[in-house]
Every structure is written in C-alpha cells, then in structure tokens.
C-alpha cells in the first residue's frame, strides 16, 4: 500500500500517522520527491482500512500496490535510487563500469588488471575469490586470499571492490569489500538473501537467475531490502533458453522493463551474457545506449591463460578501446 501526502503536511501529522502505522505492523517507508512525498507501507495489510487512512487530513489518497515486490517496486519509491559504492554512485543518471578478471589469481595479476581498468576509465574493480563452479575439479577460487588480493589491488588504485560472497559463513572476509555480489546461482537462496541483508547496508550486486523470471529477481531483491538493506543492484546477465549459440541469452529490453518497474540501478554484464570476448564490445555499446546504469565486464592480462571464463574476458587493449565507445555513448544519449 501507499500512501500519498498533501503538500501541507506538516512533520508532526506525519509522525502521528507513522505512529499509527507501526501500531498496526506496519512499517512505513518515506519517500520525498521533488513533487510529492509518500509513505510505502511494508507489511500485513489485509486488516487495515483504506478509507480511514483516507480520512486523515494530510492523506491525498491510498492506493494498494498490486505486485508482489513492494520495496523494490518504481510505485513504492517513485525517483530512481542511487546506491553510493564507497563513493562511486550508480543509478539515477550515475553511471559505473565494474571491470576485472573473472577470478583473483594471483597479486600480479589482480594488481595490474586493476591499474589497466582504472587507467581505462573503470570506476570499480571486480575479481571472484569464492567462485561457483559448474564442476568440482575446475579452480574454485582463493578464498579468503582472493580478497586480500582485491584489497591489495584497491589501495593501488584506489577502485572500490565487487566480488561474490556464496555462504554467509565466509561474511568476515567481507569486511573491506565495497560490494557484495550475490551470483546468478544464488539468486533465489532465500536464506543467503536475508542473512545478508540483515547483516550489512552495504550495496548488493543482484545477478539474475539463468531460469529466474523479471518477477522472481525483483522478489529476490524484495528479500534482501526487506531485511533491511535498501542498496540493492540489478544485473542481467543472460538467461537459458532453446538457443546454444551463445552461452546464454540477453535481452536488452529488461533494462527498459526494469526501469519501470523498479527503481534500483540495472547492470549489465555484456562477458557472461555472450560467452565470448568478441561480441563483449557491442553488446556493452548497446546496454550503454538503451539506458543502463552500468556495466561488469570480465577483462584479464591473458585471457587465453586464466583459470575461469578466459574465452569472454577483453584483454586490458580492447577494454579500453570499449570505454572509448562507451564514454561516447554517454555523451550522446546525454543530449537526448
Ligand atoms: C561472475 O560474475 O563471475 C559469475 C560467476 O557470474 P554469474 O553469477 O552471473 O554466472
Ligand atoms: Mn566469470
């Protein structure tokens, strides 16, 4: 449900109305806009009155919200959200290229792709320590010295960090990591969700499921803002379909369904959604254009040579001549 408020509210009606709220087990969330403010209430609403909300003399008017998501949802909290990343902003017209080797491998490595990124324009620096491997025999990251590595690699260059946290048991090696991925794999690990968004306020990078539907992902996000942490990330990544060619299916068009939808920040992440280095470029050229709050792209020293998803990761070279095309796009689509 959500509640909007006339114009001449004053704060201590408000309090008095979020008094009421509560009495009722309702948690109300406060959204100011620069037209109107109105309160989302979270919650079991089935016993409360519309009408006598109505009443209330600084109430324009109550409307239920229909969708299952209600944090999460563009009705609920009408401006874009902006998810500040130890200073690096996403959402709302900020825009962020997260860049990096799939994997941590070693210092060398982690050092000098984050020095490369940066010096290409990337504003965050990604890199897995805890890495979801289809098979049991292939690297499986790390671990806790991944991320030392990451941090490492951070006080260098400055770049705030962004790798994959999979069991909430490893949370402590979490520490001085900026943002916290939750991968496609993990998406509807309802309890992982809720673990870390009790924990932590800080930003969660949210990777859509390979079989998660547009409404699955946003209840996902739904999980973890309803735990308590509002700085949530969308990003599509490509889902299963009946086409093999690639090695999974993007459809650009969630960027623009998900804007309307929502309004957390939607990434897109042009090496997984492809499989291939190739077509890395273009496809973050046309996430830049429809709109896009950002981007993570895999880019590694020596792709033939890395111990994960080598055969989509840029090389530093063509990374840089992507942010080239990218920062035209921005420039562009700034005078639309
Ligand atoms: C990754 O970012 O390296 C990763 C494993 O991504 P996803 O969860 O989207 O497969
Ligand atoms: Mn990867």
């Keep these: 449900m959500i509640i909007k408020l006339k114009n001449n509210a004053s704060a201590s009606q408000l309090e008095t109305l979020k008094e009421i709220l509560r009495a009722n087990n309702i948690e109300p969330h406060i959204s100011s806009g620069h037209l109107e403010t109105i309160i989302g209430c979270v919650g079991d609403i089935a016993h409360i009155d519309p009408g006598l909300i109505e009443a209330l003399d600084i109430v324009e008017s109550v409307q239920r919200i229909q969708e299952p998501y209600k944090a999460a949802n563009r009705k609920f909290h009408p401006d874009d959200s902006v998810i500040d990343c130890s200073g690096v902003k996403i959402g709302g017209g900020a825009f962020s290229v997260i860049a990096g080797p799939c994997s941590v491998e070693s210092e060398e490595q982690i050092v000098y792709c984050a020095k490369a990124v940066k010096e290409a324009g990337a504003t965050m620096l990604r890199g897995g320590a805890f890495k979801p491997r289809t098979s049991p025999y292939a690297f499986q990251g790390l671990g806790e010295e991944g991320i030392r590595l990451l941090n490492l690699a951070k006080k260098e260059t400055g770049l705030p960090i962004v790798t994959e946290l999979m069991d909430f048991k490893d949370i402590e090696c979490f520490n001085d990591v900026d943002v916290i991925q939750i991968g496609a794999r993990n998406m509807q690990n309802f309890n992982l969700l809720k673990e870390v968004g009790a924990y932590t ?87 830049t254009a429809i709109g896009a709050d950002g981007l993570i792209i895999e880019v590694h020293n020596d792709p033939p040579r890395a111990k994960c998803d080598g055969a989509q990761s840029q090389t530093p070279k063509m990374f840089a001549e992507t942010m080239k095309k990218i920062s035209s796009v921005r420039n562009a689509i700034a005078n639309w």
């Design 201 to 287: 306020k800080k930003p969660i990078l949210l990777k859509r499921g390979m079989s998660a539907t547009i409404q699955e992902l946003l209840m996902s996000a739904e999980y973890i803002i309803a735990s308590g942490n509002p700085n949530v990330i969308l990003c599509e990544r490509g889902i299963r379909t009946f086409e093999t060619a690639l090695r999974n299916t993007l459809d650009l068009g969630v960027v623009t369904l998900l804007h309307r939808l929502s309004h957390l920040p939607v990434v897109i992440d042009p090496s997984h959604a492809t499989g291939h280095s190739w077509m890395v470029d273009s496809i973050a050229v046309a996430a």
